[in-house]
């Protein structure tokens, strides 16, 4: 009994020494090549070298949301924000909410008679959570406009709702191309649609990236499923392979194994940052070489910081534009949020301004509000506002942009 | 694939066929550890611990703590490899004991007092249910919705080379590691005191209890066992997928792990193990087959169906105790 007893407590000791040699074995090997390879991401020979743009044009004369500074309104007139204030993309969300806060704030200092509240809304990003909010939102009678909702899934969930009582809103940043086939005479959309950004990017990523192989994941959102339509239409014989991925996904190893055996150039992810940044990091740890392209939903700086030196082979395509390189604006929102504007800030900043002026020509209704938007026709301080009757924009840039030491920098004009 | 809704590529399947089976063996042993704890913890006490997830997250989020404060982070860390493995040792031993503690509190706020007054099985099931709401809840309280920031551990090195398909390091890492560890636990219990406490337990509690065999400690060492193993797993989980870390992260696994252990035949310990790497086969086999990831729960799900259906006994039998009396 007792011999049984020190025999196995032997045989468990050379269990857990072998347990711990094996683990060292292994991590040696792993750590040796980390250090000489450095992140395993750094530039490979074929890299294309992109310069990044350092300032852009924008329209001279620009409507600001201070106006002349002699504006007259009702008091309890209120903006709202209706959007992702929290979630797994809320980021997104947050940049845009502080853009629309920084031109109320400048309109209100400057408008003693004037003063516009500001309410949010969370939808969390979520189809599915969405409609309570905006329930919420449009039953309170002082909200005469709205910003969002930033996404497209929760933008499709919700369109009906503002339909039924007239309530103008301006998504600074929900991109899919049905979103204004729906029929809605209170949807205006801030920026170019995915089928501008599809081919766009389809042409960035083979003519400017020179892939001649692209591989194409989606997420599960209205958004990813539109653009990757859009974009597959652009790629034709240099789509190589594609796959769908899930909201909420975690592991990608089955689809970053596909993608290595197929060997692409580039992948282009269509979805968010919540998701392609794990993507874009479990592909570079699997030893991808190419390039990884997300779109404007995967285009902050959180996915740099939640996908570390792997997002270094990473570019984004975006129908937004640079706000960082509108130096009135990146001065006024540094001073006022202590943060580089982010992506769709500039967006949120000019739509709210669209809907500020028109309160200040007396338009304090939602009828005349909407009405007032629907014949806008002004420049914004990034780009010309100009709806046509199903509430796209006319010609909308396609920006890109790329990772630079840890940093996402525009460069320059894609598409139109 | 766009207009029917379901499809079978199996030039696809064909093409990533090994890939698919390293990568399947690598999540299946994770399974297989996670699996233990809801095998032993049924042998004993007849109970399935859907609390057992939860069990498992704790031991994430010890092993991210650990190596968040250490300095590891999304990028790859510059550390000497021996420095390396000993930061990994110990987020091993802390996600271990997080694990542990969990499961032993568990058992002494959720089901001991059940026990104590003679309470249905139902009330148990209900009351496991119960215990892994809370502490997902409890978790999103305190942690919020957002994962936790990847940790990447090392960057993984290619070892070897079969047909075309390279395995790396982390998946031999991963599968040995994980081998091992269930083979002395299965070694334990075949040969220890304690071991045999438990097989007793399981076989015949009150008889077990005649026999001087204490059975109250048995069912606490039962569960820290459970819960090192699932903090074991923890390790093996963060070190595949960096950034899985969040409050509702270990409930798919976790279900996925209960299915590995109905596979392999619940309340059987080798059962566990093969259960695991064959339900991580299946998953991956099946998702690659049916042209995306929206598949990978949904055929670990099916399997568990069919094997309730065709063989509830599972694949090895389900008894602990009767197999190696």
């Known amino acids: 009994m007792e011999g049984r007893n020190i025999n196995m407590q032997f045989n468990r000791t050379m269990v857990s020494l072998a347990v711990v040699a094996v683990l060292g074995l292994a991590v040696t090997g792993c750590a040796n090549q980390a250090s000489t390879g450095g992140s395993g991401t750094s530039a490979t020979g074929s890299k294309v070298n992109l310069p990044a743009v350092t300032s852009i044009s924008t329209p001279a004369d620009a409507v600001l949301p201070a106006g002349d500074g002699k504006a007259k309104c009702a008091s309890g007139l209120t903006l709202a924000y209706i959007g992702a204030e929290t979630g797994a993309n809320a980021q997104l969300g947050i940049n845009i909410f502080n853009g629309v806060q920084l031109a109320i704030d400048q309109h209100n200092k400057a408008n003693a008679g004037c003063q516009v509240g500001f309410k949010k809304f969370d939808t969390e990003g979520d189809p599915t959570k969405a409609t309570g909010p905006v329930t919420q939102a449009v039953n309170e009678a002082d909200i005469v406009g709205v910003v969002g909702l930033p996404f497209s899934g929760e933008s499709k969930a919700t369109g009906n709702i503002f339909e039924d009582k007239g309530l103008v809103h301006i998504t600074p940043s929900a991109t899919n191309p049905t979103l204004t086939q729906n029929g809605w005479t209170t949807f205006f959309r801030g920026l170019g649609n995915d089928s501008v950004q599809g081919p766009a990017a389809a042409k960035f990523a083979v003519d400017t990236l020179k892939s001649k192989k692209v591989y194409l994941v989606q997420d599960d959102s209205d958004y990813g499923i539109g653009l990757a339509d859009a974009t597959k239409a652009g790629l034709g014989n240099d789509l190589v392979g594609s796959d769908k991925v899930i909201t909420g996904q975690k592991d990608f190893s089955a689809v970053v194994s596909k993608i290595m055996n197929a060997k692409p150039d580039a992948v282009y992810y269509a979805g968010y940052y919540a998701e392609g940044a794990p993507f874009d990091q479990q592909l570079v740890a699997k030893g991808f070489k190419g390039a990884f392209i997300g779109p404007d939903g995967a285009k902050d700086d959180q996915f740099i910081k939640q996908a570390g030196n792997a997002s270094s082979n990473a570019y984004f395509t975006c129908p937004c534009i640079p706000g960082e390189l509108i130096p009135s604006f990146e001065t006024a929102y540094k001073s006022a949020f202590n943060l580089e504007p982010g992506t769709y800030s500039i967006e949120g900043y000019d739509v709210a301004t669209v809907l500020l002026s028109g309160i200040d020509k007396g338009k304090t209704t939602r009828p005349a509000l909407l009405g007032y938007v629907k014949s806008y026709d002004a420049d914004g301080l990034s780009k010309h506002y100009k709806w046509d009757s199903k509430g796209e924009l006319a010609t909308p840039a396609v920006y890109g942009y790329k990772v630079d030491n840890g940093k996402i920098v525009p460069i320059g004009v894609i598409g139109k | ?325």
Not at chain 2, 92 to 113: D, F, H, K, N, Q
Not at chain 2, 167 to 188: C, G
Not at chain 2, 200 to 208: N, S
């Open chain 2, 1 to 325: 694939m766009d207009d029917s809704w379901i499809s079978f590529d199996i030039p696809s399947l064909m093409q990533n066929f090994w890939s698919a089976t390293f990568d399947g063996l690598t999540f299946g042993a994770i399974y297989g550890l996670v699996a233990l704890g809801y095998t032993l913890v049924y042998g004993v006490l007849n109970l399935i611990n859907f609390a057992h997830s939860e069990v498992f997250i704790i031991g994430c989020y010890g092993v991210v703590f650990t190596l968040t404060s250490l300095g590891f982070g999304p990028n790859v860390p510059t550390l000497g490899p021996l420095a390396i493995i000993g930061d990994l040792l110990l987020a091993l031993i802390v996600g271990m004991i997080a694990s542990a503690v969990t499961a032993l509190a568990l058992e002494r706020v959720a089901y001991r007092p059940l026990r104590k007054r003679n309470a249905p099985r139902l009330a148990f099931l209900i009351t496991a249910i119960g215990a892994s709401f809370a502490i997902q809840y409890g978790i999103f309280l305190v942690r919020g919705a957002s994962p936790e920031p990847a940790v990447t551990m090392f960057q993984p090195t290619p070892i070897f080379d079969v047909f075309g398909t390279i395995v790396d390091s982390q998946q031999i890492i991963i599968v040995i590691a994980a081998i091992i560890l269930m083979v002395a636990t299965d070694q334990f219990i075949r040969r220890s005191r304690t071991g045999r406490g438990i097989r007793a337990v399981a076989q015949d509690p009150d008889t077990a209890t005649l026999m001087g065999v204490d059975r109250e400690r048995i069912i606490m060492t039962t569960f820290v066992i459970g819960g090192l193993l699932a903090g074991a797993g923890a390790l093996f989980y963060v070190m595949k997928v960096p950034s899985g870390v969040f409050y509702a992260g270990g409930f798919v696994l976790g279900i996925k792990a209960f299915a590995a252990a109905v596979l392999g035949g619940i309340g059987n310990v080798r059962g566990a193990l093969l259960g695991g790497l064959l339900l991580g086969l299946i998953g991956n086999y099946g998702q690659i087959l049916l042209g995306n990831s929206q598949w990978t729960d949904v055929v670990a799900f099916v399997v568990l169906v069919l094997v309730l259906l065709l063989k509830p006994t599972g694949i090895l039998g389900t008894s602990m105790g009767r197999a190696r009396a």
